[in-house]
């Protein structure tokens, strides 16, 4: 007769199968071998959607690996209005900062939703860059990109406008309809209080942006689905209030 295994022996071998570091952006340059040394080092967990995994300012230094899920790397002003910086998917990491230089936390990390994670400590962490060059050059390839990224924040903060800042982000993700031609589309389309978040705006002002390419025609917005009719128009837009604001400045 066939034995049939229980749930619990099927549910803890399928835990067992996602906690794996292949796949790991960071451990690319590696071999099976190494990374398994490294799994052995690691602390697994599951963080359920909502559920913070760090906070701004806290003592912790571990690294942390998305194994599965994704998480949202936020900050937020002295008022509440969030700030967000990224989203980090499986074969992601984050929290490499704060095992370099041994300060506080500079975001606080939430899933946004149920994510497998595996750490190391920062000691294990320096060890690994310390052994394995190219992981260090993996690791500062992205913080160079940290650096970039904020450049480029700094500059839309000094030079566009709230409408801007959308118009752009919007522009960000838009990618194009698989079903008709010559139009776009963002899928899943953001909350209102994410675009806002990317932008450096408010809630209200996405919602008046939003309310307002529907009314000219510019987009369309069905469930979780933004339609952009009119890309060309919405990149115009954007240009026009850049040119807007140019000449402002001149005078």
């Not at 602390?43 to 194994?67: A, C, L, N, Q, Y």
């Not at 194009?176 to 963002?186: A, E, F, G, M």
């Amino acid at each position: 007769m066939k034995s049939t295994r229980s749930g619990i022996g099927i549910a803890a071998d399928a835990q067992r199968a996602e906690q794996t570091l292949v796949g790991s952006k960071m451990l690319a340059p590696l071999d099976r071998a190494a990374i398994t040394k490294l799994e052995s080092h690691c602390t697994w967990k599951i963080v359920h959607e909502g559920e913070p995994i760090v906070t701004r300012d806290s003592d912790s230094r571990d690294v942390f690996f998305v194994v599965k899920g994704r998480c949202r790397i936020v900050n937020y002003s002295p008022s509440g209005r969030e700030v967000a910086y990224a989203i980090a998917g499986a074969g992601e990491y984050f929290g490499e900062m704060a095992a370099i230089d041994g300060l506080p936390r500079s975001a606080t990390v939430v899933a946004l939703e149920d994510c497998v994670l595996a750490s190391i400590t920062p000691q294990s962490f320096k060890d690994l860059i310390e052994q394995h060059p190219k992981v260090s050059f993996v690791v500062m390839e992205k913080l160079v990109r940290i650096v970039r990224t904020s450049d480029d924040r700094i500059m839309d903060l000094a030079t566009l406008s709230a409408y801007q800042r959308v118009y752009s982000e919007l522009l960000k993700l838009i990618k194009p309809d698989p079903v008709r031609t010559d139009s776009w589309l963002i899928y899943p389309l953001p909350t209102q209080a994410q675009i806002a978040a990317q932008a450096s705006t408010t809630r209200e002002t996405v919602a008046r942006v939003l309310s307002h390419l529907s009314s000219d025609g510019v987009a369309e917005r069905k469930s979780k689905t933004l339609y952009v009719r009119q890309v060309e128009r919405l990149r115009q837009l954007c240009e026009k209030a850049s040119q807007q604001t140019a000449k402002a400045d001149e005078h």
